[in-house]
């Protein structure tokens, strides 16, 4: 376990020291705030390298601003156009997948890990395999292959930070008592756009309501997730391999505000939560300086704003996602590998409007029986193996998705 929660190995540093950061996924919603939280504190923080997937113009704009010595985007058509807009700045251009694994070698203190989807387990495992602080908040990765990272991760002595703000606040509340004095976990939920929403209306909902979350600015892809509940699954899976938990001491509550981001209850009736405002730059920010903390990260949040706190039990019936992913952890071997790219294929096509909201989750549940059916079951031991259940698992849905898409919402 690499997650410091009573030490802090690092906290006798001094406080002038620059720490070199490096941004897998620099141009999403993520990057974009770790680079704003790094613009605004230039004493404390140098950049090494980022990376993007196809937006050359935006990742040579974000590369210029911190000055950074290494940029790459994956997709290699997007060379020339990078190289042309970085011009004579000195910051080397590079592109194509294994320019990503370059960006997470190059020396730096600290990577964030934000490229969204399974796509970003080679780079975050390269920076994790050199013993980097990472903050982590591609949680798919963890969830394609969350057994293999945080052995590796062990190994390696490299220190996960968890930057998914629900884990950041477990994280954060955990530093209350010791390990094993914590009886479970409360992760929190806003709910979505669908929360008051019957089944029928959730089933026939549109992308552009769905895109609508209320709380929360984010990337499209875990954007929908949220709308599907999709993404509390992703982190009940995420919590069970950082911190090392059980699924029946991880729970789920809905709450409407997104200010209470999760909390740890101790053995003697305890709750420790952190609360904070919904904003990402928070947590991004407790990762990025931990173990000390960033001064003004967001703006602060104001109680006279805050009416009420509410809590409430999810529902598994109009949220189908939430109990399939419950199940792939309860499941084992490879099944939250093949949930987790069953639900890519499965949202990629809803952004498409090549399948119906309802079909996402029936689409990874189609999946997931295809796959057993198949003998794709085992835990995968190496990168390698992830990727090759990733991938078959992509196909599967991919020849279901037909299938599933012409069934009425
Ligand atoms: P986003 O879509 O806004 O950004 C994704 C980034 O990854 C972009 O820089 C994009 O260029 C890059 N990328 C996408 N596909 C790629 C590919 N195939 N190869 C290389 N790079 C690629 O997403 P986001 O909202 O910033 O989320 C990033 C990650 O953080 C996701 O795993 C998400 O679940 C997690 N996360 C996000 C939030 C949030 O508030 N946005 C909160 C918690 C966790
Ligand atoms: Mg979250």
Same mark, same amino acid.
């Given at each position: 376990?690499?997650?410091?929660?009573?030490?802090?190995?690092?906290?006798?540093?001094?406080?002038?020291?620059?720490?070199?950061?490096?941004?897998?996924?620099?141009?999403?919603?993520?990057?974009?705030?770790?680079?704003?939280?790094?613009?605004?504190?230039?004493?404390?923080?140098?950049?090494?390298?980022?990376?993007?997937?196809?937006?050359?113009?935006?990742?040579?704009?974000?590369?210029?601003?911190?000055?950074?010595?290494?940029?790459?985007?994956?997709?290699?058509?997007?060379?020339?156009?990078?190289?042309?807009?970085?011009?004579?700045?000195?910051?080397?251009?590079? =592109?194509?997948?294994? $320019?990503?694994? &370059?960006? /997470? @070698?190059?020396?730096?203190? *600290?990577? %964030?890990? !934000?490229?969204?989807?399974?796509?970003?387990?080679?780079?975050?495992?390269?920076?994790?395999?050199?013993?980097?602080?990472?903050?982590?908040?591609?949680?798919?990765?963890?969830?394609?292959?969350?057994?293999?990272?945080?052995?590796?991760?062990?190994?390696?002595?490299?220190?996960?930070?968890?930057?998914?703000?629900?884990?950041?606040?477990?994280?954060?509340?955990?530093?209350?008592?010791?390990?094993?004095?914590?009886?479970?976990?409360?992760?929190?939920?806003?709910?979505?756009?669908?929360?008051?929403?019957?089944?029928? =209306?959730?089933?026939? $909902?549109?992308? &552009?309501? /769905? @895109?609508?979350?209320?709380? *929360?600015? %984010?990337? !499209?892809?875990?954007?929908?997730?949220?709308?599907?509940?999709?993404?509390?699954?992703?982190?009940?899976?995420?919590?069970?391999?950082?911190?090392?938990?059980?699924?029946?001491?991880?729970?789920?509550?809905?709450?409407?505000?997104?200010?209470?981001?999760?909390?740890?209850?101790?053995?003697?009736?305890?709750?420790?939560?952190?609360?904070?405002?919904?904003?990402?730059?928070?947590?991004?920010?407790?990762?990025?300086?931990?173990?000390?903390?960033?001064?003004?990260?967001?703006?602060?949040?104001?109680?006279?704003?805050?009416?009420?706190?509410?809590?409430?039990?999810?529902?598994?019936?109009?949220?189908?996602?939430?109990?399939?992913?419950?199940?792939?952890?309860?499941?084992?071997?490879?099944?939250?590998?093949?949930?987790?790219?069953?639900?890519?294929?499965?949202?990629?096509?809803?952004?498409?409007?090549?399948?119906?909201?309802?079909?996402?989750?029936?689409?990874?549940?189609?999946?997931?029986?295809?796959?057993?059916?198949?003998?794709?079951?085992?835990?995968?031991?190496?990168?390698?193996?992830?990727?090759?259940?990733?991938?078959?698992?992509?196909?599967?849905?991919?020849?279901?998705?037909?299938g599933i898409a012409a069934k009425a919402s």
């Amino acid at each position: 376990m690499t997650i410091q929660t009573t030490t802090n190995p690092v906290r006798g540093r001094a406080a002038a020291d620059v720490r070199t950061i490096s941004v897998l996924g620099a141009t999403g919603s993520i990057g974009t705030s770790t680079i704003d939280l790094i613009l605004r504190n230039p004493r404390r923080y140098r950049v090494a390298a980022v990376t993007a997937n196809s937006n050359a113009a935006a990742l040579a704009r974000l590369a210029r601003s911190v000055d950074a010595k290494f940029a790459a985007v994956a997709d290699p058509n997007a060379y020339r156009e990078l190289k042309d807009a970085l011009g004579n700045s000195g910051i080397e251009a590079a =592109a194509g997948e294994n $320019a990503l694994v &370059e960006a /997470a @070698l190059h020396p730096a203190d *600290w990577v %964030m890990a !934000a490229i969204s989807g399974a796509t970003g387990l080679k780079p975050t495992l390269a920076a994790v395999e050199r013993g980097a602080m990472v903050g982590l908040a591609n949680k798919e990765c963890l969830v394609c292959a969350g057994a293999l990272f945080m052995r590796r991760a062990a190994h390696s002595k490299a220190t996960v930070l968890p930057v998914d703000s629900e884990h950041n606040a477990l994280f954060q509340a955990m530093a209350s008592g010791r390990r094993d004095e914590v009886r479970r976990v409360v992760i929190t939920a806003s709910g979505g756009p669908f929360r008051t929403w019957s089944k029928d =209306a959730i089933a026939g $909902a549109t992308r &552009e309501q /769905a @895109l609508k979350h209320p709380n *929360w600015s %984010m990337g !499209a892809k875990i954007t929908i997730d949220s709308a599907s509940m999709m993404n509390k699954g992703l982190e009940i899976i995420e919590a069970h391999h950082l911190f090392a938990l059980p699924s029946e001491q991880i729970d789920v509550l809905v709450h409407p505000q997104s200010i209470v981001h999760g909390m740890v209850e101790f053995l003697d009736g305890s709750f420790v939560a952190q609360l904070g405002p919904p904003d990402m730059r928070v947590p991004i920010a407790h990762c990025l300086s931990w173990p000390d903390r960033l001064p003004d990260a967001a703006a602060r949040l104001d109680w006279t704003k805050v009416t009420s706190l509410a809590f409430e039990q999810p529902d598994l019936d109009r949220f189908p996602a939430l109990r399939l992913a419950r199940q792939a952890l309860e499941a084992g071997g490879a099944a939250s590998t093949v949930l987790n790219a069953a639900n890519e294929v499965a949202v990629a096509a809803f952004l498409a409007e090549r399948l119906h909201f309802a079909g996402i989750a029936g689409l990874v549940e189609a999946a997931m029986d295809a796959a057993e059916g198949r003998g794709l079951t085992k835990e995968p031991a190496t990168i390698d193996e992830a990727l090759a259940i990733d991938h078959n698992s992509r196909q599967i849905a991919s020849e279901l998705l037909p299938g599933i898409a012409a069934k009425a919402s």
